[in-house]
Nanobody, 126 residues
Framework: QLVESGGGLVQAGGSLRLSCAGS????????MGWFRQAPGKERELVAA????????YYADSVKDRFTISRDNAKNTVYLQMNSLKAEDTAIYYC?????????????????????WGQGTQVTVSS
């Protein structure tokens, strides 16, 4: 139901824009999140956006470098990644929160999200 694209190999300092397209149902009523998982590490939430796009969350590790946005008319969520670092190397996944609407104190655990895509690999060379 969610398909990620836009990953690839980039040099440190470079940029990538990831896209997450939804199909089969609308995700316009859901908090959407971008997660990443590096080898040997747990899946972590790096950015999230509320259903209307007015509220955003960023992990400290990506703050001021990544920007999440959404276009509900296109059922698509984006992650603009700038000033990429080698430690950003991971598989990036998008997912939809299991509960509609909401935002305040939302649970950032991966278990609270569903409709996972297949992921897109981001590799940053140093």
């Amino acid at each position: 139901q969610l398909v990620e694209s836009g990953g690839g190999l980039v040099q440190a300092g470079g940029s990538l824009r990831l896209s997450c397209a939804g199909s089969g149902r609308t995700f316009s009523d859901r908090i959407m999140g971008w997660f990443r998982q590096a080898p040997g590490k747990e899946r972590e939430l790096v950015a999230a956006i509320n259903w209307g796009g007015s509220s955003k969350y960023y992990a400290d590790s990506v703050k001021d470098r990544f920007t999440i946005s959404r276009d509900n008319a296109k059922n698509t969520v984006y992650l603009q990644m700038n000033s990429l670092k080698a430690e950003d190397t991971a598989i990036y996944y998008c997912a939809a929160n299991l509960r509609p609407y909401g935002w305040g104190s939302f649970d950032r655990a991966a278990q609270k999200f569903g409709s996972w895509g297949q992921g897109t690999q981001v590799t940053v060379s140093s």
